[in-house]
Nanobody, 114 residues
Framework: QVQLVESGGGLVQPGGSLRLSCAASGMFFSNYAMGWYRQAPGKQRDMVAVISRSGSTNYADSVKGRFTISRDNAKKMVYLQMNSLEPEDTAVYYC????????WGQGTQVTVSS
């Protein structure tokens, strides 16, 4: 059984930083790509960043140069370091793992506001 639990969200001022964490359960964590997605009110859920089993990364254009995804296979953790946050980054952020089916965490709210 796979469970994903996000943490680290909160309220931050524009220009600030946050680090999101996702703790995963289940076997063979290192065999699967992991991702962060976000969903703002009234909008669809969009990919923010993904990291492959080998550690290669891909980012949405809107976060390139500001966000960094990383993983620690020994701890079954994936992280999203978010710098230079903008009000447009406000959303619920979800951790994702795709196996035969998609697994999602419960989400963590990130609010960027002065």
């Amino acid at each position: 059984q796979v469970q994903l639990v996000e943490s680290g969200g909160g309220l931050v001022q524009p220009g600030g930083s946050l680090r999101l964490s996702c703790a995963a359960s289940g076997m063979f964590f290192s065999n699967y790509a992991m991702g962060w997605y976000r969903q703002a009110p009234g909008k669809q859920r969009d990919m923010v960043a993904v990291i492959s089993r080998s550690g290669s990364t891909n980012y949405a254009d809107s976060v390139k140069g500001r966000f960094t995804i990383s993983r620690d296979n020994a701890k079954k953790m994936v992280y999203l370091q978010m710098n230079s946050l903008e009000p447009e980054d406000t959303a619920v952020y979800y951790c994702h793992q795709k196996r035969a089916v998609d697994y999602w965490g419960q989400g963590t709210q990130v609010t960027v506001s002065s």
